[in-house]
T-cell receptor, first 112, second 116 residues
Framework: AQSVTQLDSHVSVSEGTPVLLRCNYS??????LFWYVQHPNKGLQLLLK??????LVKGINGFEAEFKKSETSFHLTKPSAHMSDAAEYFC??????????FGTGTRLKVLA | DGGITQSPKYLFRKEGQNVTLSCEQN?????MYWYRQDPGQGLRLIYY?????????GDIAEGYSVSREKKESFPLTVTSGPAQKNPTAFYLC?????????????FGPGTRLTVL
């Protein structure tokens, strides 16, 4: 059975410092993995996705994620946080048709 | 300008009323989805549709109904009655690109429903 765990419900960083949002997954098959960002009262915007090509995936706005099968992780990183990155981030796993499992989200706060 | 639109943005419902949330897409996607979002719980699937005139229940379908008469449209009705526990939530519609069942989903801006 597939599942996803976002290890931190809240993360605070200072502007200009690196961002790390952690995601572990469980899957019986070769999964598709996604990261989405949600600003308050808005829909989810796709940041990046992994679909069994390169293990290091580059996304929009300077974000990237690395698929590590041995650790069943798909952590999201950014070298330097910007104030506009403050939002909620969701990790999603899918290995069955039409079955997308969402993590409970990590709220990122960026301090000036 | 391609995308997914949802209306209204905010909706207030009295107890005992049915309400319908609109979702329209011009991305030419076959598959469409409805999710419910509650604080701290991530997104939960209500219904999905892979093609016109076909739809399947998701994990929390009780108290909801859908139709798929056109490819572009997938409205969600929140029904009143004992099957519907507490519909106050943020509702998100999505459509899926590609023919594969695990391809990328694209989301609309959402509708916030409040039951008074």
């Amino acid at each position: 059975a597939q599942s996803v765990t976002q290890l931190d419900s809240h993360v605070s960083v200072s502007e200009g410092t690196p961002v790390l949002l952690r995601c572990n997954y469980s899957s019986s098959y070769s999964p598709s993995l996604f990261w989405y960002v949600q600003h308050p009262n808005k829909g989810l915007q796709l940041l990046l996705k992994y679909t069994s090509a390169a293990t290091l995936v580059k996304g929009i706005n300077g974000f990237e994620a690395e698929f590590k099968k041995s650790e069943t992780s798909f952590h999201l990183t950014k070298p330097s946080a910007h104030m506009s990155d403050a939002a909620e981030y969701f990790c999603v796993v899918s290995d069955l048709p039409n079955k997308y499992i969402f993590g409970t989200g990590t709220r990122l706060k960026v301090l000036a | 300008d391609g995308g997914i639109t949802q209306s209204p943005k905010y909706l207030f419902r009295k107890e005992g009323q049915n309400v319908t949330l609109s979702c329209e897409q011009n991305l030419n996607h076959d598959a469409m989805y409805w999710y419910r979002q509650d604080p701290g719980q991530g997104l939960r699937l209500i219904y999905y549709s892979q093609i016109v005139n076909d739809f399947q229940k998701g994990d929390i379908a009780e108290g909801y109904s859908v139709s798929r008469e056109k490819k572009e449209s997938f409205p969600l009705t929140v029904t009143s009655g004992p099957a519907q526990k507490n519909p106050t939530a943020f509702y998100l519609c999505a459509s899926r690109s590609g023919a594969g069942g695990t391809d990328t989903q694209y989301f609309g801006p959402g509708t916030r429903l409040t039951v008074l």
